[in-house]
């Protein structure tokens, strides 16, 4: 039997949460075409009995850190870096090569790495063909693939390539368990990308989510969270005119909370404010950035 740790790395943006959601068939990780978007390592676990168990490991984009809340993202990311037994360094295939390729190195990954072309639904063949010479002949990448992480036809060569790297081992967690994360931390999750998806501008930058209850009655779930801004008038857009764009983000919200618990939710939401959180030890710590 193999068992490891499989890292996901990248640049913003490049489709780690999607790969990841897709290799585990069910939406672990929320995913919106906002850089920034993933804020905490997330790990979801894929067992085959007897053959394999594969950690898989989202982590947020690789970033220069503006706030103590970046510094937290990029410690998610150094403990996937410490605990890797396979990398899966990650590329837009229509992205700048020698970028990624300096951002790659920099990692200093000692683990055998497999490089992911993904997006290849949007490139041409040559594009392609052209990333995959540039990646084959690095030394950190011991295979290049291109990969379409909406489609996940492809992901039985990327699993095979997987198991082949990863170690001997017993497995770290039971056949029944998926991620090691509390199903309080979804629930925030699927609120903050909602936010990430209906907002432009600094809104989705400047908000965290802090779900405050989570009851289980009968066959109803009562979820109560509240919404942090950093401003009274940040506030005021997510509430929209009449409460129009608070009620859109609590039903959108709602309806995905519904399908990841397979129950009836009942949504509670509040709108605080709370200057400068994004620079708060505290406060950070309070919504799950630790
Ligand atoms: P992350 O920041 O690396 O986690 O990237 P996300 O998973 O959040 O994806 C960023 C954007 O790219 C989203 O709008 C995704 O829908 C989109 N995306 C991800 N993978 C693919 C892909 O294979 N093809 C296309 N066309 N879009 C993709
Ligand atoms: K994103
Ligand atoms: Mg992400």
Avoid at 72 to 100: F, P, Q, R, T, Y
Avoid at 143 to 170: C, H, M, R, W, Y
Avoid at 222 to 236: L, N
Wanted: net charge neutral; hydrophobic share 40%.
């Amino acid at each position: 039997m193999k068992s490891g740790f499989v890292n996901i790395f990248g640049k913003p943006n490049a489709g780690k949460s999607t790969l990841l959601n897709g290799l585990l068939g069910e939406k672990l990780a929320i995913v919106s075409s906002k850089v920034q978007t993933t804020r905490h390592r997330i790990k979801g676990f894929l067992t085959k009995p007897d053959e394999y168990q594969i950690i898989f490991s989202d982590t947020p984009g690789i970033i220069e850190p503006k706030y103590k809340l970046h510094q937290k993202m990029m410690g998610a990311v150094k403990s996937a870096l410490e605990d890797a037994d396979v990398g899966i360094l990650l590329v837009d295939v229509k992205d700048n090569l020698e970028e990624c390729n300096e951002l790659f190195t920099s990692l200093r990954l000692k683990v055998p790495c497999i490089v992911l072309l993904n997006k290849i639904d949007l490139a041409e063949k040559e594009q392609v063909d052209n990333a995959k010479a540039f990646f084959d002949a690095q030394p950190y990448c011991k295979t290049t693939l291109g990969v379409s992480a909406l489609n996940q036809k492809i992901f039985s060569t990327l699993l095979k390539a997987i198991v082949d790297l990863l170690p001997e081992g017993l497995p770290f967690y039971s056949e029944e368990e998926l991620t090691d994360l509390p199903v309080k931390f979804f629930m925030g999750e699927l609120i903050r990308e909602k936010i990430y998806q209906l907002f432009g501008d600094e809104i989705p930058y400047h908000s965290a989510v802090l779900v405050n209850a989570f009851k289980e009655k009968n066959t109803l779930v009562k979820i109560q969270a509240d919404i942090i801004v950093q401003r009274e008038t940040q506030k005021v857009i997510l509430i929209g005119e009449g409460g129009k764009m608070i009620k859109k983000i609590g039903t959108l919200a709602r309806q995905d909370m519904e399908k990841f618990l397979e129950q009836k939710v009942f949504l509670e939401l509040f709108v605080k404010v709370r200057a400068k959180w994004r620079d708060n030890d505290a406060q950070l710590k309070e919504y799950g950035y630790n």
